[in-house]
C-alpha cells in the first residue's frame, strides 16, 4: 500500500510540475501556461471567444494539452466532455484539488 501511494505521489508530482518553455499553452490572446495550476487559474478568467477558440466542434485544445504534454489522461477525458468555460474551470479546478492531495 505505501508503494502505492509513493506512486501516486510521484504521479501527483510529475502532472503539477512545470512543462519546458517549448511545450506551454499559449492561450489566444493571453497568457502562456506551463502547469495545471496556471491552467486553472487561466480558465476561471477566459473570454468567451478565447474558450470558443480552444474548444469548437474541431477541436478541444485543453484535453490534448492534458493528453499529450501534461500526460494527465484522467483530465484530458474529463476535458473532452466540457461545453463551457465555466466547465473547464470546475473540472481543472476539481482535478487539482486530487492531485493536491495525492501529494500528502
Do not use: Y
Not at 478568467?45 to 478541444?60: I, M, P, S, W
Amino acid at each position: 500500500m505505501i508503494l502505492l501511494a509513493k506512486l501516486k505521489s510521484e504521479e501527483a508530482k510529475r502532472i503539477l510540475s512545470n512543462t519546458p518553455p517549448e511545450k506551454a499553452f499559449w492561450v489566444n490572446n493571453g497568457p502562456v501556461l506551463k502547469n495545471v495550476i496556471e491552467l486553472a487559474n487561466a480558465a476561471r478568467n477566459l473570454t468567451e471567444q478565447q474558450f470558443a477558440h480552444h474548444v469548437n466542434k474541431v477541436k478541444n485544445d485543453f484535453a490534448k494539452w492534458a493528453a499529450e504534454v501534461i500526460r494527465d489522461s484522467e483530465l484530458a477525458r474529463t476535458l473532452l466532455r466540457i461545453k463551457s468555460k465555466d466547465e473547464l474551470a470546475g473540472a481543472i479546478t476539481e482535478r487539482l484539488k486530487q492531485l493536491q492531495k495525492m501529494l500528502k
